[in-house]
């Protein structure tokens, strides 16, 4: 049994603790923009950061004798506040958009590999192939486009009589600007 209850530090170690929370999270979202999409499959980055600090920093503060419980809750309130910002911030500056998150990219253009694409996002043959049977489709040609989406899906757009200026949907994804059809 320890002879005291570690519930508080110091006001200056609070101060320390916010800002190693804010450079913690900077880092976070720089590895992530570094390392690629597909460190966050099925989670977007912010969802990603929250779920993997948060469960640090409580098992930090429930565990550990040297980490008072108000010091874990100050850095996973500081956290949960640049997460706000962050998405504040997204929403409205298409410059800071696009420094945080992922775009999506295209990867497969009417039965075809773009090799560039998948080179650069670290996707294989086999996983394109994956998505399209998930999808019911036994030829790469059965889809128009495969996209690696932000977080880390592959959506499989089936063949049909559309060109990739006319797809609406796709605006916003990542592709060669010589795409044809």
């Known amino acids: 049994m320890p002879d005291t209850i570690n519930v ?6 609070l101060a320390e603790i916010s800002v190693n929370a804010v450079l913690f999270y900077i880092l976070i979202i720089v ?20 779920n993997v600090a948060v469960g640090s920093l409580a098992a930090s503060g429930i ?5 008072a419980s108000v010091d874990a809750m100050i850095a996973i309130a500081v956290l949960a506040a640049c997460q706000y910002a962050t998405t ?3 929403q409205r500056s298409k410059l800071v958009a696009s420094a945080v998150k992922a775009e999506p990219t295209l990867l497969t253009h009417k039965g075809e590999f773009l090799r560039d694409a998948m080179e650069r ?9 994956t998505a399209l049977r998930r999808n019911g489709l ?13 977080n880390g899906e592959l959506s499989v757009i089936p063949r049909q009589d559309v060109n990739w200026e006319n797809a609406e949907a796709l605006a916003d994804v990542s592709a060669p600007p010589n795409l044809k059809g």
């Open 138 to 150: 036994t030829e790469n040609a059965g889809a128009n486009w495969v996209v690696l989406e932000p």
């Open 88 to 90: 504040h911030l997204v």
């Open 8 to 13: 508080w530090s110091s006001w200056i170690r």
């Open 121 to 129: 996002t670290r996707i294989s043959e086999e996983e394109i192939k």
């Open 31 to 50: 590895m992530v923009r570094i390392v690629g999409k597909r460190t966050t499959s099925q989670l977007n980055n912010f969802d990603w950061i929250i």
């Open 63 to 67: 565990l550990l004798r040297n980490v």
